[in-house]
């Protein structure tokens, strides 16, 4: 037997685990009661990463496929024959003829978020395209607008609040996003435990609501115009208060004027939420001095989650809860994100240039995946010939899933670096499936950058890889070399790079970081970590303003000018308040033992009641002459799917809810658990052209549906 510490790669939250092994088995996974930040704390999904690791579905070796036969190959064969492929496309079609898809596990990982990224910005393609855009754009573009570097995104003082307004987030689900703080529900029960309070709006009474002091229903989309609303509470009622940061912002008449139109009376038609609940939600925000508004995935991924992303920002800035012990904070993260995206051009951008087909704009020299389906699909000049995609789903995660795999058909050559065969991967040439998640190393280096406090924390290998296996790292930097890629600087560099690997990189990233420098000598390095296996606390958040800010004159933006051109499409939209009586809106919902589209292959975690149903409310249901139990048919003009249906008061009227990631009955995977628990993909349906028209980023939320 032998114990590991380590830390768990699958959510946000960042956990420290403790992993017992015997030979080459996985005998169990716990939470460590000795990591500072998660204090034992696990969920099922770390539980399960034994599973995953033994999975016999997983794939070991690459494999190439003739039709719809699959053979393995060895992996110098497979990196040559990838990288003749995508040369050969490249010499043909151009840079552009080759796209990139990275999804949501590459930013857990420390050798992609490298590697993967040097691969990437070395293709010279404007064809990249991410999670991004189904998920956290509209932060990132906020961020850059208000505070002048996408990367910018604060957090809630979790810790230190003593009211938490909770928009379109469900940390006891999700654990928490673009918040990393394992342990969610302690972290809200002490919240009250010292007297506060926790408020949250969801057109869902969820999990989080269920503890919460209060909860509010709020209609679908609408959150851009709560919002508005409140900002005009707070200029009416003289409640705006910048406090420290007076002398370092910018456009506060903008916003006042900007908020003028947007009475408490005229949001409450819209929103469902009463005019006197808005006003009190101004007040209590702004009188309680240690508060944090938080928006998170319902906000962002909505028609307009751009304007919701940014007055999120705004109204804690007015109300004096940014930069502030107990309000939205910065990190100050042992790995800065800020320069190393500088160096890799990953520093920012929106609207420099715009998608060939739909004419989307580019965000941080990516492409929304609203767009992708298309540009691969549309002859002509600049159409997507190859793709590589990178630890994603996108035929299960983004809208039109269906038109996606129509187009893939069509591709001239597909590699996937993924360790399953799944429902994307499937129309790959190629599959070149990485080592396990505990076969590397673990650094947080992007979620890190998120935490409620300031931590860092290394974690070696549990098992060594085996000489057959390659990391991702390992299979980003081969393709790398034989691609002969136009050079990032001079060449010397990436040599380097790929002789230091991740850790080389990572241990010159904190030794010129904040805590590398800052204590001389004594400065944090790789061995200092490694010395420190359950993980370092370095203490709770710091004001970060004005020194941490991107833009030339130091101020944070109140109004940033894309706003203010994107609210006459809320006036048309909202124009007439109407309550919609009768159609249905789409809304999702995560489960604990979930993760997006990947985790459904382990029977730990699937077992249970069926979770991929139909939400909808007594009355919703009475009027279609749908039961508990019994069978509907979602249907837009995408498409349609049936699945059990839950009727509970949970929805408010109006809304249904489908959680995302199912879909398994596809053929010609190889998942024989999540098979046969395939559920259905709501993304077959939801419609890629719903989009926030400022972002390019999908509106997963808010889509008419009908229901019978
Ligand atoms: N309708 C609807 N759609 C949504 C959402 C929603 O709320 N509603 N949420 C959106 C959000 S927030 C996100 S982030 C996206 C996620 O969308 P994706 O990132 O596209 O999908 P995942 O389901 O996370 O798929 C992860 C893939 O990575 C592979 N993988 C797992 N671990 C590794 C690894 O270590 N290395 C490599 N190379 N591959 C690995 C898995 O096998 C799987 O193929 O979905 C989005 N889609
Ligand atoms: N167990 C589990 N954990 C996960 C994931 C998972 O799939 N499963 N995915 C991970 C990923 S990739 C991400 S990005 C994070 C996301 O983390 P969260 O943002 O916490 O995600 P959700 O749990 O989907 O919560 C979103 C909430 O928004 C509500 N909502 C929907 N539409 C609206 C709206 O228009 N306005 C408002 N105010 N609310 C709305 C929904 O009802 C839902 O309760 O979770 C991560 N953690
Ligand atoms: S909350 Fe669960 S999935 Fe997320 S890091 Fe912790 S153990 Fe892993
Ligand atoms: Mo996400």
């Not at 938490?164 to 996003?177: D, K, M, T, W």
């Not at 705006?240 to 456009?251: D, F, P, S």
């Not at 540009?375 to 269906?402: K, M």
């Not at 944070?556 to 249905?584: M, N």
Request: aromatic letters at 6%; charged letters at 20%.
């Amino acid at each position: 037997m032998a114990t590991h510490y380590s830390s768990c790669p699958l959510c946000e939250a960042s956990c420290g685990i403790v992993v017992e092994t015997e030979g080459d088995q996985v005998k169990s996974v716990r939470g460590d009661d000795a990591d500072p930040f998660s204090a034992g704390y696990i969920c099922p999904k770390g539980t399960a990463l034994g599973d995953l690791h033994h999975d016999p579905d997983r794939l070991r070796q690459p494999m190439r496929r003739d039709g719809e036969t699959w053979t393995p190959m060895g992996w110098d064969d497979a990196f040559d024959y990838v990288a003749a492929q995508l040369t050969a496309v490249r010499k043909l079609h151009g840079a552009d003829a080759i796209a990139v898809y990275q999804g949501n596990p590459a930013a857990h990982n420390l050798g992609l978020l490298t590697f993967g990224q040097l691969l990437l910005r070395s293709l010279g393609t404007r064809n990249a395209y991410s999670a991004t855009s189904n998920d956290q754009l509209p932060h990132m573009l906020a961020a850059l607008q208000v505070f002048g570097n996408q990367i910018l995104m604060p957090v809630p003082d979790l810790d230190r609040c003593d009211l938490l307004i909770c928009l379109g987030a469900n940390p006891l689900a999700s654990n928490g996003s673009i918040m990393t703080a394992p342990d969610m529900r302690a972290r809200l029960a002490q919240i009250q435990a010292r007297g506060g309070k926790v408020i949250v709006l969801d057109p869902r009474r969820t999990e989080t609501a269920d503890r919460a002091d209060q909860h509010l229903f709020i209609r679908p989309g609408t959150d851009a115009v709560l919002l508005l609303a409140i900002a005009h509470e707070l200029f009416a009622e003289g409640l705006v208060k910048l406090g420290r940061l007076a002398q370092h912002t910018r456009g506060e008449a903008d916003l006042r004027r900007a908020s003028a139109p947007w009475s408490p009376e005229h949001a409450a038609e819209v929103t469902g939420i009463s005019a006197d609940e808005i006003r009190g939600l101004a007040r209590t925000f702004a009188t309680t001095k240690r508060a944090a508004l938080y928006g998170r995935i319902g906000v962002c991924t909505q028609e307009f989650g751009g304007l919701a992303a940014w007055l999120v920002y705004a109204i804690n800035a007015l109300t004096g809860h940014l930069d502030e012990p107990g309000g939205l904070m910065f990190t100050t993260p042992a790995l800065d994100p800020v320069p190393v995206a500088k160096l890799l051009g990953y520093d920012g951008g929106f609207a420099r240039w715009h998608s060939r087909v739909s004419r989307r704009p580019e965000f941080g020299g990516e492409l929304p995946m609203s767009v992708f389906a298309e540009e691969i699909a549309t002859p002509g000049r600049g159409q997507i010939r190859a793709l590589i995609t990178c630890a994603g789903n996108p035929v299960l995660s983004s809208p039109g899933g269906p038109a996606l795999e129509t187009a893939l058909e069509g591709l001239e050559f597909m590699v996937s670096i993924d360790p399953y065969l799944n429902e994307t991967t499937r129309h790959a040439h190629v599959i070149l499936p990485p080592a396990s998640a505990l076969e590397r190393s673990h650094y947080d280096a992007a979620l890190n950058a998120f935490a409620v406090r300031n931590v860092a924390k290394y974690s070696p290998p549990v098992f060594e890889r085996g000489p057959d296996a390659r990391q991702d790292w390992e299979i980003c930097a081969a393709l790398f070399a034989r691609l002969r890629l136009p050079k990032l600087g001079r060449g010397l560099a990436e040599r380097l790079l790929i002789k230091f690997g991740p850790e080389g990189i990572l241990d010159v990233a904190l030794r010129a970081g904040p805590w590398g420098l800052r204590l001389g000598r004594k400065g944090l390095s790789l061995a200092k970590l490694e010395a420190a296996p359950h993980g370092l606390d370095l203490g709770p958040l710091t004001s970060r303003l004005p020194g941490r800010l991107g833009h030339r004159d130091r101020l944070v933006d109140l109004a940033p000018a894309i706003y203010l051109a994107d609210l006459p499409r809320l006036a048309r939209k909202w124009a007439q308040a109407s309550r919609p009586t009768t159609g249905l809106v789409m809304i999702g919902r995560r489960h604990l033992r979930s993760n997006n589209s990947w985790m459904h292959n382990t029977e730990r975690l699937v077992k249970g009641p069926v979770r991929c149903t139909l939400l909808i409310h007594p009355e919703d249901a009475a009027v279609r002459g749908l039961v508990d139990g019994g069978t509907a048919t979602v249907a837009t003009g995408r498409g349609k799917i049936s699945l059990p249906v839950e009727v509970s008061d949970e929805v408010m009227r109006g809304v249904v809810s489908v959680p995302h990631g199912w879909g398994h009955g596809r053929r010609g995977t190889r998942l024989r658990v999540a098979e046969a628990h395939a559920g259905e993909s709501v993304n077959d349906i939801l419609d890629p052209a719903f989009t926030d028209e400022l972002s390019g980023t999908s509106a997963l939320t808010g889509q008419s549906v009908e229901v019978s």
